[in-house]
Every structure is written in C-alpha cells, then in structure tokens.
C-alpha cells in the first residue's frame, strides 16, 4: 500500500501547492484584482473535472494492463513538457512574457489560456491520481480497503494550503517555489509509474466498471450506503440534487474569498482561508453521517450569519479578526450543510462515479457563474447574500425533513423558531445590500470589481456632492455647486501628503527660477480629484486599469469633471500602471517631478506595486530631485514599515505625512520619499497643518516585499484604523531627526 499512499499523498500535496503558486504569478499582470483568483478556481475546477472524467472513462472502459500503459504515456508527455519548459522559459511554472497583457479586454478568457500553456498538463494529471490509483489498488488488493488513501489524500491537500502562507510563501521567493514544485512533480510521476508497473504485471482480466472514483477533494463513503441500498440508477431529479447542493457551495466559497479579498489584499493568505474551510467541509461530511447535524449546523448557520451581518453592518472599520471568524464561519457552516445534505443523498456504490462527476459538474457551474456570469448580470456582489440565502433554505429543507410525525410539540416549536431566524439571516443580508445598492446613483461591475456613485447632501447647496465608492471605500467625491467643485478633497486636500508634495516643488521651481509647469504622473485615478492640484502648464499622466473608473472620471454620468475643469495637460494610461511604467521606461520616457502611488481595489494593496522592485521602477521614472508620494492609508495593514525598507534600500529620505478627517478631507497617509534630505523640511511642509514626521532611514529592515517574496502576514495590524500610532511609526523607523533649523533649499 505504501507505494500507492506515496504518490496520491504527492498528488493531491502538489495539485493544491501549485494554485497559489501560479495564482500569485498571475496576479502582477492583471491589477492584482480579487478576480483573479476566481478566474484562477474556474481553471483548476474545470480541470479537475476533466482529470476526474478521464480516470472515470479510464477505469470503467480498459483492462488494467491498458489503463496502466495509457497512464505512463501521458505521465510521460507531462514530465517532458515540464522539463521543456523549465530548459527553454527558465521555471516550469512561471509564464513567460509572450503571456503579457496588452490592455484590459478579455481578462478572464486570456488568464484561462496562460494557466492552461503553463501548467494545464500537469495540473491535469495530478487530478487523474486520486481516483485512478485508488481503483487500481482496490484491483491489486481486493481484501483491503482503499478508503484510508482518501484520507491521506485530504490531508496532503490540507497540509499544502495551510502551509503555503505560513511557511513557504513568507520565507521562499517564488522561482525557488517554481523549481522545488517541478522537482516534486518529478518524483510524484516516478511514484506513481511504479504503481502502473505494479498493475501491468497483473494477471489479464476483463474490465469491471469503477466502484469508487472520488475527484482528491472529496473523502469517500465509509459507511453502508443509505439513499441508495436498492442499487437503481440515480434519477435525473437525483442528479439535480446533486448538481443544485455542489454548485451552491462552491458559490458561497468564490463568494466569501471575493468578499475578504476585496479590503485586504488579493493573496495566497486569503486565498487558501476559504479553500481549506470548504475542504474541511468535504473532509467531515463525507466521512461519516454522524459527523452532520442538521440542528447543530442551522443555528451554526444562524450565529455565523449575524456576524457577517454586523461585519458588513460596521462597513470597512470592521476588525480584520471579527471579518475572518464571521465569513469562514459562515463558509463552514454552509458548505457542510451543503456537503452533508450531498452525502446524505449519495447513490449505491455502482453509482459513486456518476455521483462524483455531477458533484465535479457543480464545482465548475459555480466558477462560472462567479468568474463570468456575475459580472455579467450584477452590480454588486449579490452572489454572496443569495448563495448563503440558498444555504439557510437547503438547512430549513433538512429541517423539515427531520421534522418527522413524532415528533414532539416542543421539537416542532424549535423547528419553526430556527427556521424563522434562518429566514431573518437570510433576509437581513439581502436586504443590507439592497438598500445599499439602492442608494447608489450608477453601479458598475466587472473583472476589476464593483464601483458605485453616491450622492449625498441633497437640498442642501454647501454639502451636496457625488462620491465614487469601489468596494467599501471611498475613492474620492466632488461637490456640485459651481462655486466648489474645483475644491480638491478627500485625500487629496493640499494639506495631505501629495498637495504638499506638489505645492514644495512648485516653490523650489520658483525659488531656483526654473520655468513653471510640473510633470505629474499618478497611478490610480478614482474620480480624478488630484487634477484639482494642478496648474496651467503642468502636465497631469494618470495610469489606471478599471475602464469604469476612467469613464466616470472622465465625466460618464455627468457625476464627476476635474479632469474636464483643470487648466492642466491630462494624460490617461489604460492598464496595469507597472506594466505601463516599464514599458515606458524601455521607451526612454522619465521625468516626473512628482510621481503619486495611488492603487487600491476597495481598501485592498495590490502588492505588486509595492514591492521594491516596483519602487525602483517608479524611482527611475523620477526627474532630478523628484520626489515620490506613495498613499498607505490602510484599515487592515500598516504599511510605515514596508515603505520604509523601500526608502532606505533605494537611498530615499522618507517622510511621513498624516492628515486627519476635517471639512472636505478624509484621512490620510502619505509617504513622501524623495532623495533630498532636506525636501521635507521646506517651508511647505514645516508651516503644514498636518503631521509631518520624518523617518530616520538607518538599520536594516525586519522584512521587505519582493517579486519573487510577499506576504501580508507581515503587515497586519493589530487593531484598527487608518493611521499608525507615533510609537508605532518610532518603532518602525528609529526616533526622529530633531527639528533644530530648516536645511537649504534643493
């Protein structure tokens, strides 16, 4: 048996190793969106089925001996490509740059077709390996049970995905990953030859059909079988119960990793949370009966409900802690009432293959109809309050079910009041969103998340304004009296870290008679309030990767104009900033005088703009005493101390500037980073209202973000709000410089 342990305990370590891997390769290219990941699931589901539908029509149809030669040749095309790849592209996973995106048109289709060129063949086979060598074993040793493999299946797959942020991705750099998987993928293949070899010297016989073929995602059955002891044919209602429970949980377990994604950071972290959750699920239910209590999992369901409520009732000030105890427990409870209804109506063992196929069928629809048709039908994310709506009528379905005609008054009582609640959860949820949704005067929804316009202050001339929300956060407003809407505001007021920024170069010019008219280039625009800085003769280069935003910006509605009202020269990039910014510099182009790092998805960092790589791409772009604003504003993360390993890698003096929440401000952050010591210590930023705190730059940094090393982990807050404490910044940074007189002018 240890032969057979070993490889599928190897194939399902590395078919769930590899997903964060290349999710995280994929991210950098297409705006670090959260929807990355969900296109990413719809790969592997649909591959997994694929692997799965192979083992099934291999099993069932072919003689062992044939089944083991087919088997070796594909393993053997698999381990060729791979080592082609690796020979000729540099990594056996990483895509090369022929896969770089152009522009923002066709994201989920041109992601699809870049994992399938890259690792679709091995990820392929991987998911042949459960089911496969499973039927093989129970072939090569009819007198043992090959459930125990299931088992160690599982845990292969639980050990890979709670690893994976934990212990691989904070302390090894992504092409080491690369290497270390196609190494293991190598040894995976040699294991699971020795079992085809096994099962060609075997004794001819005619093929029987496979009795128990599970996709590595699901643990068998180890009990007698319920539903289906009369051995009959499954019916096609049957099949739609299956189809109807799968597809749902897989909804709800897309959806809730869309919902924490979205105001954190899309990433392995926050990837793996939910998947291990939903696998947990699969792991209980379908180990044994006992193991689902319909009455246990509804007010589990209820509990785990009124927390996401009040989660999504705080909005974005809600604690990260109270966000990931509140969705994974509603995740786990209704997936496992999802899961457990599923076993529940699992069919004779002749049927198992069929079973798992639809169950495989239902993992797929629900990729789908997160990564394209969501997108395609809602404004909103409205796929999370209705899946978890759906959970609560599948655990009231259950409940009646149990409800049987014995039951005592006091039983059916609790019945009715635990479906009342289930209902209200539901209820509540839906109706949350509803009003929000209803509130909005334009939503928008596509691959790059969800945008809403507000307006506020209606009949009253001084406060009326219209406000551009993506996620949960406010990404800038504009107030619609004449008389005010060229103000700037929100993060962007010139007390806050770029206008003051901006104003200090604007001085300097004038001081060292240099010609007016700076070069401005942005990266983020939300609804363009840093035009409102600008002067005549300045030239103003925003980069941003959401069409919507950039319709809207550019006056779609009639909503928001300060790209239309400024004086200054406006430019739009349409793409990934990073990728614009290098191909740029390739072309020659630099010269910012001030250079803004502006990008957030709701209040998510995308995290490969900010890596130190990434710094020195955006220092490059720099005119002779440019300076960089890097806006860190952040509930969840505190990133003082990842931009200042950044300033003292590159040589860059860092000041801290932060502004709080006051009239047409908002609070905000800002890193000002600039190779003058003595910038900071202008007129400009002296005379500021704001908090201006400049960072001592020596000793080493504890930890820095690379391209190739990342994890949020290592800037997580401990508590909330938008701005660190000044002990925190101190710790971070040293004490800092006494202010004892102005330095010289640049």
Not at 120 to 148: I, K, M
Not at 450 to 476: C, K, N, Y
Not at 499 to 525: D, K, M, T
Not at 567 to 575: C, F, N, P, R
Request: net charge positive; proline share 6%; glycine share 10%.
């Amino acid at each position: 048996m240890s032969r057979y342990a070993i490889a599928i305990f190897a194939s399902a370590f590395l078919l769930f190793g590899v997903q964060p891997l290349v999710g995280r390769y994929s991210l950098p290219w297409y705006g670090g969106t959260p929807g990355v990941w969900t296109a990413c699931m719809l790969f592997f589901q649909a591959v997994l089925l694929g692997g799965y539908a192979y083992s099934h029509g291999l099993a069932s149809r072919l003689a062992p001996r044939t089944q083991a030669r087919v088997h070796l040749g594909l393993l053997a095309v698999a381990v060729v490509l791979l080592g082609a790849r690796a020979l000729l592209s540099g990594s056996p996973v990483a895509p090369g740059p022929e896969w770089r995106p152009e522009g923002t048109a066709f994201a989920v289709p041109r992601l699809l077709a870049m994992l399938a060129a890259t690792i679709g063949l091995p990820f392929f086979v991987l998911s042949t390996t459960g089911p496969l060598l499973q039927s093989w074993f129970a072939r090569a040793r009819p007198g043992r049970s090959p459930y125990p493999l299931y088992a160690l299946s599982n845990a292969g797959s639980l050990l890979a995905l709670l690893g994976y942020p934990f212990l691989l991705e904070p302390w090894v750099g992504r092409g080491a990953q690369a290497w270390a998987w196609g190494v293991g993928f190598v040894f995976f293949a040699g294991a699971c030859a020795v079992c085809a070899l096994e099962v060609m010297k075997q004794p001819a016989e005619v093929p029987a059909p496979a009795t128990a073929a599970s996709p590595v995602t699901a643990t068998p059955v180890t009990e007698d079988i319920g539903s289906g002891e009369s051995g009959a044919p499954p019916t096609a209602r049957a099949m739609m119960k299956w189809l109807g429970l799968s597809t749902c949980a897989s909804v709800l377990l897309l959806a809730t990793t869309n919902q924490l994604t979205q105001d954190v950071a899309a990433g392995p972290f926050l990837w793996v949370l939910p998947l291990a959750v939903y696998l947990l699920t699969f792991i209980l239910a379908f180990s044994r009966e006992s193991f689902y209590s319909r009455t246990v999992y509804a007010v589990l369901l209820i509990a785990s409900g009124a927390g996401v409520a009040h989660a999504q009732t705080q909005g974005p000030q809600s604690s990260l802690v109270l966000q990931l105890v509140a969705y994974s427990g509603a995740l786990f409870a209704g997936s496992m009432v999802c899961h457990g209804e599923l076993y529940r109506l699992r069919p004779a063992p002749r049927h198992l293959s069929a079973f798992y196929l639809w169950v495989s069928v239902g993992g797929v629809l629900g990729g789908l109809l997160i990564s394209v048709l969501a997108p395609a039908l809602f404004t909103a994310y409205w796929e999370y309050p209705l899946s978890l709506g759906a959970c609560c009528v599948v655990a009231l379905v259950g409940m009646a079910k149990q409800a049987g005609a014995d039951a005592t008054r006091t039983q059916r009582l609790q019945q009715v009041l635990r479906g009342a609640m289930l209902l209200l959860v539901a209820g509540h949820l839906t109706y949350t969103m509803a009003r929000e949704q209803g509130r909005a005067r334009f939503a928008s929804r596509n691959f790059f998340g969800v945008v809403r316009v507000m307006e506020q202050g209606i009949g009253d001339p001084e406060h009326h304004r219209f406000s551009l929300l993506h996620g949960a956060i406010t990404h800038g407003f504009q107030h619609v009296a004449p008389a005010r809407k060229s103000v700037a505001t929100t993060y962007y007021t010139p007390e806050a870290g770029l206008g003051l920024a901006i104003a200090e170069q604007r001085r300097l010019r004038e001081a060292l008679g240099l010609p007016p008219g700076l070069r401005v280039g942005v990266l983020g625009l939300g609804v363009g309030t840093s035009a409102a800085l600008l002067q005549a003769g300045d030239t103003g280069r925003f980069y941003e990767i959401d069409p919507a935003v950039i319709a809207l910006a550019q006056g779609q509605g009639g909503y928001f104009s300060y790209l239309r009202d400024t004086a200054a020269t406006v430019e739009l990039v349409e793409g990934d900033a990073r990728i614009s910014l290098e191909r740029e510099l390739e072309a020659g182009a630099r010269g910012f005088d001030v250079l803004a790092l502006d990008t957030f998805s709701s209040d998510a960092v995308p995290v490969h703009l900010l890596t130190r790589e990434a710094v020195a791409l955006y220092r490059a772009h720099l005119a002779p005493h440019g300076v960089l604003a890097m806006h860190i504003s952040n509930v969840h993360l505190d990133l003082v101390p990842l931009t200042l390993s950044h300033a003292r890698a590159l040589g860059l003096h860092a000041a801290l500037v932060v502004n709080e929440t006051k009239g047409d401000a908002l609070r905000s952050n800002w890193m000002v980073l600039s190779p003058d010591r003595e910038f900071s210590w202008g007129p400009t930023f002296t005379r500021a209202t704001s908090r201006v705190r400049r960072l001592g730059l020596r000793g080493e940094p504890d930890f820095t973000w690379t391209d190739e090393k990342s994890s949020v982990l290592h800037v997580l807050r401990r508590g909330t709000g938008p701005a660190p404490s000044v002990k925190d910044v101190e710790a971070a940074s040293g004490p800092s410089a006494p202010v004892t007189a102005e330095p010289a002018a640049q």
